[in-house]
């Protein structure tokens, strides 16, 4: 009984950590948003986030490859994300006009291929960030 209960409130803690990373990155892209509008690239942005991310603390991985399997082999670098925070946060980041279902497709397979449980996918072309900021979830702990 006791294993259960501790499985539970270590998947609760788990839960809450990802989700104050997640405010966090929410939080610093509406900064950036804020300040630079649509209609840079997709790197500028992403050279930004990162920047603001790791000054509030974070761990930030840029361009981080993502390895599939395929015929029971590892085939490295399949994909890249464009942003991993502290190992539990998966940002992908688009400046276009709008967003693809393929595009949250795209975020859902980086997360099972990762293994990481949160996406967020920032789309920096909306003309609102809030219209352009899509939440995408993998297994996230109860």
């Not at 104050?20 to 209609?39: F, M, N, Q, Y």
Request: hydrophobic share 40%; net charge negative.
């Amino acid at each position: 009984m006791k294993e259960a209960h501790a499985e539970t409130q270590r998947r609760r803690d788990c839960r809450q950590e990802i989700n104050e990373i997640s405010g966090v990155i929410v939080d610093r892209a509406v900064k950036v948003h804020t300040a630079l509008a649509p209609g840079l690239l997709e790197s500028v942005y992403q050279r930004i986030l990162a920047y603001e991310r790791r000054k509030a603390g974070l761990e930030v991985e840029t361009e981080v490859p993502i390895p599939d399997e395929w015929d029971g082999r590892k085939i490295d670098e399949s994909f890249r994300a464009d942003i991993i925070v502290n190992d539990q946060v998966l940002v992908e980041l688009k400046a276009l006009e709008s967003i693809q279902p393929l595009h949250k497709k795209q975020v859902f397979t980086y997360l099972k291929l990762s293994k990481i449980h949160l996406g967020l996918l920032i789309n920096f072309g909306a003309s609102l960030l809030k219209e352009g900021l899509h939440r995408v979830v993998n297994d996230l702990p109860e």
